[in-house]
């Protein structure tokens, strides 16, 4: 698979996405988790909620915990239905996101994607990797990993924001 040997500080990313891919496959989505990194210890969380309102929340105290294990950095991993667009329209997908209900839009007009978001809590770098994807019948197609620097995702805020608050 192209884009295998992508490896960011404590991140295979390519490995990340493969396996997020196998899950898709699988089970037809994937459940959103994220990965804080401390000096001592990787920690995975799984984020469960049932509707925006529970997300906010769970992104927020996802911050929290990531403040009180004394990480450093923080990868979200999660699929999203999303506008279809090109590479060069990305970025205003992703900063409307919240705005923007993607699932009320036409079969024609929708794309999925696994998104894996990078963020180094010391440094305030991030990167973001788009891996899109459509349903074909029983299967699924998937394109090339996509890389971002310049998006912030919302999510990212918010958990910025858990850790943040004091």
Do not use: W
Request: aromatic share 14%; with cysteine.
């Amino acid at each position: 698979m192209e884009g295998i040997e992508i490896m960011e500080g404590y991140v295979e990313v390519g490995k990340i996405l493969e396996l997020a891919e196998q899950n898709v496959r699988h089970d037809g989505f994937l459940v959103p988790v994220a990965f804080g990194f401390s000096a001592e210890q990787t920690y995975v969380f799984q984020i469960v909620f049932k509707n925006d309102e529970e997300k906010f929340q769970q992104y927020f105290a996802l911050g929290t915990c990531l403040k009180k294990a004394g990480c450093f950095r923080f990868v979200l991993l999660n699929d999203v239905a999303m506008r279809q667009v090109e590479k060069e329209k990305f970025k205003e997908v992703v900063e409307n996101y919240v705005t923007e209900r993607p699932t009320t839009y036409p079969e024609s007009m929708r794309q999925e994607a696994i998104i894996l978001q990078d963020y180094d809590l010391v440094k305030k770098t991030f990167v973001m990797y788009c891996k899109r994807y459509k349903k074909v019948g029983k299967d699924f197609k998937f394109e090339e990993i996509e890389r971002f620097e310049e998006i912030v995702s919302e999510m990212v805020r918010v958990v910025i924001e858990g850790f943040e608050n004091r």
